[in-house]
């Protein structure tokens, strides 16, 4: 049974930081782990995805802020993020693109503010 599982949003002053994780269970030769996230109003965008040799990407608004790292024993992406700002607030989903999966979780939401 496929299970993405994601944990870690709740709510942050501006500035502070957050770390998510998205447990990945019975998904096979995973090839990719991704982060994005979607904002009220506004369409779902990239925050950073990692490949299985461990290339990475980050969206715009992540860069220099965000860490995108990969458990490979646990099938876990995390994305930890730093310094954030109100304008981070969304709902973030991870995403999973295995043999036998390609899909999303949840999502969990972020929310920055004083």
């Known amino acids: 049974q496929v299970q993405l599982v994601e944990s870690g949003g709740g709510l942050v002053q501006p500035g502070g930081s957050l770390r998510l994780s998205c447990a990945a269970s019975?998904?096979?030769?995973?090839?990719?782990m991704g982060w994005h996230r979607q904002a009220p109003g506004k369409e779902r965008e990239l925050v950073a995805r990692?490949?299985?040799?461990?290339?990475?990407l980050y969206g715009d608004s992540a860069k220099g802020r965000f860490i995108i790292s990969r458990d490979n024993a646990k099938n876990t992406p995390h994305l930890q993020m730093n310094s954030l700002k109100p304008d981070d607030t969304a709902v973030y989903y991870c995403?999973?693109?295995?043999?036998?999966?390609?899909?999303w979780g949840q999502g969990t939401q972020v929310t920055v503010s004083s």
């Open positions: 995403n999973v693109v295995g043999s036998n999966f390609s899909g």
């Open positions: 019975g998904i096979i030769n995973i090839a990719y």
């Open positions: 990692i490949l299985a040799g461990g290339s990475v």
